[in-house]
């Protein structure tokens, strides 16, 4: 599968931002996809995960409840709103996905490592 992560720009402090991950391929509703982000020379961090069929979801425990992913498998999407963003939250934030086989279990995967396939990346920039 091939991602495409869109819809990061410049805002300031307390507006919001929709990202999209467009994925390719006929599978789309067999893979967990997350969000992570990451700023320059840090690691690649953790921010939120959904399960293939979108009724598994688990956020990273400094988001405070102001993001929200989601995913639509009929468009091969999935998004991540983002409100009331704060400073702190500029990164270029990444989607990934992982294959689940048919019959397994949701495993909540937060590490970059229990994903195969990243999209490029999208820049976010929050404003003081």
């Known amino acids: 599968v091939q991602l495409q992560a869109s819809g990061g720009g410049l805002v300031q402090a307390g507006g919001s931002l929709r990202l999209s991950c467009v994925a390719s391929?006929?599978?789309?509703?067999?893979?967990?996809i997350a969000w992570f982000r990451q700023t320059p020379g840090s690691e690649r961090l953790f921010v939120a995960t959904?399960?293939?069929?979108?009724?598994?979801?688990f956020y990273s425990d400094s988001l405070d409840g102001r993001f929200t992913i989601s995913r639509d498998n009929a468009k091969n999407t999935v998004f991540l709103q983002m409100n009331n963003l704060k400073p702190e939250d500029t990164a270029v934030y990444y989607c990934?996905?992982?294959?689940?086989?048919?019959?397994?279990?949701?495993?909540?995967?937060?590490?970059?490592?229990?994903?195969?396939?990243w999209g490029q990346g999208t820049q976010v920039t929050v404003s003081s």
């Open positions: 990934a996905a992982t294959y689940v086989a048919y019959g397994s279990s949701w495993s909540c995967p937060r590490a970059p490592y229990q994903y195969d396939y």
């Open positions: 391929g006929r599978t789309f509703s067999s893979y967990d």
């Open positions: 959904i399960g293939k069929s979108g009724g598994n979801i």
